[in-house]
C-alpha cells in the first residue's frame, strides 16, 4: 500500500467518504463575465490575507480608521484595531446621505394576503432613528442589553438597527421558542429591556407573543417591555413596566446623531445549541462582523445592488436572518424581500408568488425547504413565473444532491447557478462556498473556503487528510467576523471551539475533501442535532424531558429524516411503576412538555419508552446504537456496554413507538 493509500485509510476510518457525484455546472457565461469577483480573488487573499480584508472594510465608512488589521492572540481576535464606526449608520444613513433614500431597503410582506409595505432607506432611517430616541428616554445606554422576541415585521430590524446604532447589543430570541427559552436567554445576558409584539401572523391566524414575555421576564430584572401593535389581539399589561410603540417610539424625532463605537464594541449575541443542556450566547462585534457580512453577501450573492431583489427567506431570529436579511444587505445598500409568514399560507405557493411579484433575483434558503417543496411537488413552482431568479443560495445542513437538482431545476430553471454556504452562528458570515461567477458547482458540495477564509480536514491526529480523504472541519487563520467569545463563560469557549486542536477552530462538522480537494460537509460530529438547519443539543432536549414529572431518564438522538434533515428520536425511562406512561397519550403530553420548555422546533418526531438506556462503564449514554435503533440499522459494536442486553429490549420496542405525522 502506498503512503498516501494508507493515509487515505486511516482518514476514511475517521469519516467514510462513500458518495461519487460527477455532475458539474459551469457558471453561466454572462454571469462569469460581469461577476463581482474572479478567480483573481483567491490569489490576491492568499498573497496577503489582512491586506486583502483591509480592503473589504473599506466598503464601509469609518469615522476613526483602524491601526491594525489584526491582533491575534489565539483564541482571542481583534480585528481593525482603533477604528470607530457606527453599524446602523453604515446600514441607512449613509445610503440616504449618498442620495439613495428613496431606494427600497425592504419590501415586506406579511402573512396575510395584501398586507404588505415598502420600505425605503429613508424611511429606515426615521424609524431607527425614532427607536433610538425611545430607548434613550426609556433609561438604555451604551452596553445595555436588549432582548428581541418579534415577529418577522419592520419593527425588528428597526430595534436590532437602534440598538447597534446606541452600542445596546440585541439578542434576538426567535419568536417560536418558549417562555423559558426567552427567560434563560435574558437571564445569561442579563437583559432589563425586552422588545416584543402582541403577536404575529403564522398559519392563516394571529400568534400570541406578549404571553410567553410575561412569563418569561417574571423574576428577572426585566424592568422595560416596549410592545409592536401587530395583530391587535388582547394583551395583558403590567402599568409601569409594559409600553406600547406606538406611544413611545412614534412620537420621537426623526434625528438622532449615531456616536461611533469600537470596532470591537459588541454587536450583539446571538443564542445556540452546545452539547451541554446550556445554550452558548455567541458574542459577535462590530467592525469585523461588518466587513465580513457585506463582503460574503456582495461575493457569493454577486449582488448587483442596483438591481437585484434579494431574499433571504429565514427568520431573523437566527443568524441567517442577522446577517443576511439585516446587516449584510443593508450595508451593501441591497433591496430586499422580508416576509413575515410561513410557506404555506394561504396556499403552497406563497413563496412562488412573492418571487412572482416583486421579481426576486436572489433566493436564499435552506434545503429542509427545498425538500418540503420537493414534497408538495413541483406542479406548484411551475404555475409560476420564476425567472426574474438569476442566483439561488442554500444554508443550514448539507444539501443532498437530489434537492440541489431539484432546487436547480424547479426553481432555477437550470439556469441559477446554486450556492452551497457552510458556516455557522460562531464564524458570523459565510465561510465555505462556490463563486457563482467563478466555480462549477457539483451538487452537495460547498467547494472551497472563500477568499481570505483559511480551513483543512484533519483527523483525530490533527494531520490534513489528502484528498480523498475524510475527517474534521477545522478553521486555521482567524477571520474578522468570527466569535470573540461565549458571553460570560470565557472557559467554555477555550473548550469548546480551541481544545480540540490547539491553535486552530474546531468546528463539529464532519468534511471530506474529494479528489479536486473539493469540500463536502458531512454533518455534526458532535451531540448536536441538525433540525430543519436548526442546531439543537440532545442534551437540551433531555433535560427538558427529564423536567416533565414522569420522566426518570431520558436519551435523545437524531435520526435521519426525508424532510427536516434529522428528526428527534427520544427514548425515555419512566418514574416509580411507570403508570400512565404508555401509549400515544403519554408521548403526545411529553411533546408538549418539550414545547413548552423549549418550543415546538424541539419535539420529538418519536418516543420510545424503555426500561434501560445502553450505558458505557463510566456511564455515558451510547447515543451511536440508539441512532442505530432509531433509524432501523444493525447494532454497531456493544462490547463497551455494560449491560449488552439492553439493547434487544429497546430493539424490540421500536415497531410500536408512537410517532407524530
Ligand atoms: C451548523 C451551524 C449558518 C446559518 C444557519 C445554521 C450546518 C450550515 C451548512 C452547509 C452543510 C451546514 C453545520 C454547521 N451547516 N450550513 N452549507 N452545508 N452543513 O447556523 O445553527 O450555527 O448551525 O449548520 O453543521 O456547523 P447554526
Not at 197 to 225: C, F, I, M, N, Q
Request: hydrophobic share 40%; with cysteine.
Amino acid at each position: 500500500m502506498s503512503d498516501t493509500a494508507d493515509a487515505q485509510e486511516d482518514a476514511q476510518g475517521t469519516l467514510a467518504n462513500l458518495m461519487r457525484e460527477n455532475r458539474r455546472y459551469d457558471p453561466p457565461k454572462d454571469m462569469a463575465a460581469n461577476a463581482n469577483v474572479t478567480a483573481d480573488a483567491y490569489d490576491e487573499a492568499a498573497a496577503d490575507r489582512l491586506a486583502f480584508w483591509e480592503k473589504q472594510a473599506q466598503r464601509l465608512d469609518w469615522d476613526t480608521p483602524w491601526e491594525t488589521a489584526l491582533e491575534w492572540e489565539s483564541p482571542y481576535s481583534k480585528w481593525f484595531v482603533g477604528g470607530k464606526l457606527n453599524a446602523s449608520v453604515n446600514c441607512v444613513d449613509r445610503h440616504v446621505a449618498a442620495g439613495n433614500g428613496e431606494k427600497i431597503a425592504y419590501h415586506w410582506v406579511g402573512e396575510p394576503d395584501g398586507d404588505t409595505r415598502d420600505i425605503t432607506y429613508a424611511e429606515l432611517k426615521d424609524m431607527v432613528c425614532q427607536a433610538a430616541n425611545a430607548f434613550t428616554e426609556l433609561g438604555v445606554q451604551k452596553g445595555d442589553r436588549i432582548a428581541i422576541y418579534m415577529p418577522m415585521i419592520p419593527e425588528t430590524v428597526v430595534t436590532m438597527l437602534a440598538c447597534a446604532r446606541l452600542g445596546a447589543p440585541h439578542t434576538v430570541v426567535f419568536g417560536g421558542f418558549s417562555a423559558d427559552a426567552l427567560k434563560s436567554r435574558t437571564l445569561d445576558c442579563d437583559a432589563h429591556v425586552v422588545v416584543t409584539a402582541d403577536g404575529g401572523y403564522r398559519r392563516g391566524a394571529a400568534s400570541a407573543l406578549k404571553p410567553a414575555v410575561d412569563e418569561a421576564v417574571t423574576g428577572t430584572d426585566v424592568r422595560t417591555v416596549l410592545v409592536v401593535r401587530r395583530t391587535g389581539q388582547d394583551v395583558e399589561w403590567t402599568d409601569g413596566r409594559d409600553v406600547w410603540w406606538h406611544d413611545v417610539v412614534d412620537r420621537q424625532s426623526t434625528d438622532h446623531t449615531a456616536e461611533a463605537h469600537d470596532a470591537e464594541h459588541p454587536l450583539y449575541v446571538m443564542y445556540t445549541s452546545g452539547t451541554t443542556a446550556k445554550p452558548k450566547g455567541i458574542l459577535h462585534t462590530t467592525g469585523g462582523y461588518l466587513t465580513q457580512v457585506a463582503y460574503t453577501h456582495w461575493a457569493v450573492f454577486d449582488l448587483k445592488a442596483d438591481t437585484d431583489i434579494f431574499w433571504t427567506a429565514a427568520d431573523i431570529g437566527w443568524v441567517t436572518g442577522h446577517s443576511y436579511i439585516v446587516y449584510g444587505p443593508l450595508a451593501n445598500g441591497a433591496t430586499s424581500v422580508l416576509y413575515e409568514g410561513t410557506p404555506d399560507t394561504p396556499h403552497k405557493g406563497r413563496w412562488w408568488d412573492i418571487v412572482e411579484k416583486y421579481k426576486v433575483t436572489i433566493l436564499y434558503t435552506a434545503p429542509t425547504t427545498i425538500r418540503t417543496f420537493m414534497k408538495w411537488g413541483e406542479a406548484v413552482p411551475e404555475g409560476h413565473d420564476l425567472s426574474s431568479l438569476r442566483l439561488i443560495g442554500s444554508v443550514g445542513e448539507p444539501i443532498n444532491p437530489e434537492a440541489y437538482i431539484w432546487y436547480r431545476h424547479f426553481i432555477g430553471g437550470d439556469r441559477c447557478p446554486v450556492v452551497d454556504t457552510w458556516w455557522q452562528t460562531e464564524t458570523g458570515g459565510m465561510m465555505i462556498s462556490p463563486l457563482p461567477g467563478v466555480t462549477a458547482g457539483k451538487p452537495g458540495a460547498a467547494m472551497k473556503p472563500l477568499p481570505g477564509i483559511s480551513c483543512e480536514v484533519v483527523d483525530e491526529a490533527g494531520n490534513a487528510v489528502p484528498d480523498g480523504g475524510g475527517g474534521y472541519l477545522v478553521l486555521t487563520e482567524p477571520w474578522p467576523g468570527m466569535l470573540r467569545g461565549i458571553w460570560g463563560d470565557d472557559e467554555r469557549f477555550r473548550e469548546t471551539y480551541w481544545s480540540r486542536y490547539p491553535g486552530v477552530y474546531f468546528a463539529g462538522d464532519g468534511a471530506k475533501k474529494d479528489e479536486d480537494g473539493d469540500l463536502w460537509l458531512l454533518g455534526r460530529v458532535d451531540d448536536v442535532m441538525n433540525v430543519s438547519g436548526h442546531r439543537i443539543s440532545t442534551t437540551e432536549v433531555e433535560s427538558a424531558l427529564v423536567s416533565h414529572q414522569k420522566v426518570a431518564e431520558a436519551a435523545v438522538v437524531g435520526a435521519t429524516d426525508p424532510t427536516t434533515g434529522q428528526g428527534i428520536v427520544a427514548f425515555v425511562i419512566p418514574r416509580g411503576d411507570g403508570e400512565g406512561t404508555s401509549g400515544e397519550e403519554f408521548a403526545q403530553e411529553l411533546r408538549n412538555h418539550v414545547a413548552k420548555e423549549i418550543g415546538p422546533i424541539a419535539k420529538p418526531r418519536q418516543i420510545l419508552v424503555v426500561a434501560e438506556l445502553p450505558k458505557t462503564r463510566s456511564g455515558k449514554i451510547m447515543r451511536r446504537l440508539l441512532r442505530d435503533v432509531a433509524e432501523n440499522r444493525q447494532l454497531g459494536d456493544v462490547t463497551t456496554l455494560q449491560d449488552s442486553s439492553v439493547m434487544d429490549l429497546i430493539s424490540a420496542k421500536l415497531p410500536s413507538a408512537a410517532r407524530e405525522e
